[in-house]
């Protein structure tokens, strides 16, 4: 009787929207960039599921009525890369010769340091599309026999990490021009690096969602044909 | 959120899904469907306003909408702590890399086009 309560989809939507919230204030007030909302939101649910003792396809199956938003919400990225279309076309050569080289160099490293350290290979498949946003990598590491959600949780890694050595990696190499900052940032560092372009220039922000989407279209469109 | 807003967008995650079943099986239905809105609306030459406006909702509760398949994390295969280290060291080792190797070579190609 408990448990169908528990696993009723309005009850997981609650507690969803309870760790979304408070995740949203934690970030508001702390400006961390370590306390993502997504990375707080999966710990507060995670020791949710385990105090209340229900299992991960339960809430699952629950929290349909979310899931089922990810596909068009992803393809709302459409909307900003539109909006910027007019810098594109300015750019259009350069911009694909970063993305290009950029994207090849960072999975292939990627790859290369995986296996170094040893890493089998269902983990380096999650682990291939690190630095593109989060709703693009998890159906293409799955695609090519890793998990979602490694990916997700790798994917969270990249942009704390990549956000976090990006302003002193751009200062040594003296890299002063908002697009390339901009475009950088959301190359390697997604949505969480977006966030920080932001607070840098509104032309460095918008670079930087650029970046992050040219990225995860060129990943998508390429890796199939590396990897297969 | 509007109802025109929804149906485009739902709809071409729709049609990128049905194209990536019978034919593209290698790339993502929802990147299809962002090829196909970016042909659409590049074609209209604007933006319908409603359409910014669902947009603009939708990619703002992003992160509550990714939560939920993220979470499966609880449910994987424990990870032994030397691959989460190599893991890390992975990205790390990467991004030292890429990082500075992107924002050179576009500043690099921009410097270039201006001084020409």
């Known amino acids: 009787m408990t448990h169908s309560f528990l696993t009723q989809p309005l009850f997981a939507l609650w507690m969803t929207l309870a760790a979304f919230q408070i995740a949203l204030v934690v970030q508001r007030r702390t400006r961390s960039l370590v306390l993502q909302p997504v990375l707080v939101t999966v710990c507060l649910l995670a020791g949710a599921l385990y105090v209340l003792d229900i299992r991960y396809d339960d809430y699952r199956s629950a929290s349909s009525m979310l899931s089922i938003l990810l596909g068009p919400t992803t393809v709302a990225l459409a909307i900003p890369l539109c909006q910027n279309i007019a810098r594109v076309r300015q750019l259009l050569t350069p911009l694909l010769l970063t993305v290009l080289a950029g994207g090849v160099l960072g999975v292939g490293l990627t790859l290369l340091f995986g296996w170094l350290f ?11 599309p690190k630095s593109v946003t989060m709703p693009i990598a998890m159906p293409l590491a799955e695609k090519f026999g890793g998990l979602a959600a490694m990916a997700a ?6 942009g704390v990490i990549g956000t976090a050595l990006a302003p002193p990696l751009l200062r040594l190499l003296k890299v002063e021009d908002p697009a390339a900052r901009g475009l950088t940032l959301g190359m390697n560092a997604h949505a969480i690096g977006t966030a920080h372009a932001l607070n840098e220039s509104q032309e460095t922000g918008a670079f930087a969602a650029l970046g992050m989407i040219l990225l995860g279209l060129t990943t998508a469109l390429l890796l199939p044909f590396v990897l297969g | 959120m509007t109802v025109p807003g929804l149906l485009i967008l739902i709809g071409s995650y729709l049609m990128g899904a049905v194209i990536s079943l019978w034919w593209l099986p290698e790339i993502p239905g929802a990147v299809i469907g962002i090829l196909l809105l970016v042909a659409v609306l590049s074609l209209l030459g604007r933006i319908p306003d409603y359409l910014s406006r669902t947009s603009a909702t939708l990619l703002q509760y992003l992160p509550l909408i990714l939560a939920v398949p993220a979470l499966g994390i609880v449910s994987a295969d424990k990870l032994p702590p030397p691959q989460w280290l190599g893991l890390i060291a992975a990205i790390t080792l990467s991004l030292l890399i890429t990082v500075p190797f992107c924002g050179w070579l576009l500043q690099r190609l921009i410097q270039r086009r201006k001084s020409k």
């Open chain 1, 153 to 158: 949780v790798i994917v969270m890694f990249t």
């Open chain 1, 118 to 128: 040893g890493l089998p290979g269902h983990l380096l498949m999650s682990l291939a």
